[in-house]
């Protein structure tokens, strides 16, 4: 069993930056990816970027350069900073964990909203 928690949205204005976390608890020994995905209003949830446990990245590229994912393992915190915010931003993030045989684990999600 595993349990993620996001937190760290809010309100910020375009241009600013914020820093999202997901606290991971329970057996993580089957998880093969780590990855944020976020869904704004009336869109399909998309993929914003993924790390694996050897630390490979990849990134939509609608954030390549202003976003960053990161894994904290010695307290098992998986981080999304967001760099450069735009508008187009504004979505609830879910933190997201796949097992190496194919479930997911899903947050609750958190809310970014970017003001222009």
């Known amino acids: 069993q595993v349990q993620l928690v996001e937190s760290g949205g809010g309100l910020v204005q375009a241009g600013g930056s914020l820093r999202l976390s997901c606290v991971v608890s329970?057996?993580?020994?089957?998880?093969?990816?780590w990855g944020w995905y976020r869904q704004a209003p009336g869109k399909q949830r998309e993929l914003v970027a993924t790390v694996s446990t050897g630390d490979s990245t990849n990134y939509a590229d609608s954030v390549k350069g202003r976003f960053t994912i990161s894994r904290d393992n010695a307290k098992n915190i998986v981080h999304l900073q967001m760099n450069s915010l735009k508008p187009e931003d504004t979505a609830d993030y879910y933190c997201n964990a796949r097992a190496f045989w194919g479930h997911e684990y899903w947050g609750q999600g958190t809310q970014v909203t970017v003001s222009s």
């Open positions: 329970g057996s993580t020994r089957s998880i093969s990816i």
